[in-house]
């Protein structure tokens, strides 16, 4: 019995020793097979960022068009179209609130990142009651819209507190609107 225990206690030892000091230096010995998978594990990685690059293009491509379609840009393929549709909407806006476009000068577009700044000059005539809810509906409008570089003129004989009809005020000013162009 003795000799089974003495046994069975150097094949602990013999089992102790195979695991800690002869499988780690068989590892370091045998660097390449670690390197080999290390390396296999890198190349699987690669391959499979490559095999969905055609996945991210077309996910891509999807965003750009998105962006083109957004509520909130002008619409029209082209800077005229653009502008066209600036005027148009400006006009409704104009009339709708008793007003008269007396001139609309189309100013030259302007490339301001993935979009371009199209713009348009006008000389409005407006009744002074409307000033308010035109510049209001102006800028809540989509696609949006921005009024620049505004000049008011009130009529040089119109008294207030005369009665009669109010006045019709004489309005110089430039509205913006961005049309997206794509890659800047």
């Known amino acids: 019995m003795t000799r089974l225990l003495a ?3 150097l094949a602990i030892v013999l089992a102790v020793v195979a695991t800690v000091v002869v499988l780690p230096l068989a590892a370091l010995l045998d660097p390449d097979q670690s390197e080999a998978e290390h390396l296999l594990q890198r190349w699987a990685t690669y391959d499979a960022v490559i095999q969905s690059r055609p996945a991210l ?10 962006a083109s379609a957004q509520a909130g840009t002008l619409k029209g393929d082209t800077t005229a179209l653009a502008a066209a549709s600036l005027q148009g909407d400006v006009k409704e806006i104009v009339e709708r609130h008793g007003g008269q476009i007396r001139s609309a000068r189309i100013l030259p577009a302007q490339a301001v990142d993935a979009f371009e700044k199209v713009g348009v000059h006008y000389d409005v005539a407006l009744p002074q009651p409307a000033l308010e809810r035109l510049l209001y509906d102006l800028e809540a409008h989509v696609p949006f819209l921005f009024v620049e570089a505004v000049d008011i003129r009130m009529p040089e004989n119109w008294q207030p ?11 110089r000013w430039q509205v913006i609107g961005y049309r997206w162009k794509g890659q800047p």
Do not use: N, V, Y
């Not at 293009?57 to 998105?66: G, I, P, T």
């Not at 005369?162 to 004489?170: I, Y």
């Open 7 to 9: 046994l069975g206690i």
């Open 57 to 66: 293009e077309d996910h891509l491509k999807k965003l750009r068009s998105d």
């Open 161 to 171: 507190g005369q009665g009669g009809p109010q006045p019709s005020l004489a309005i």
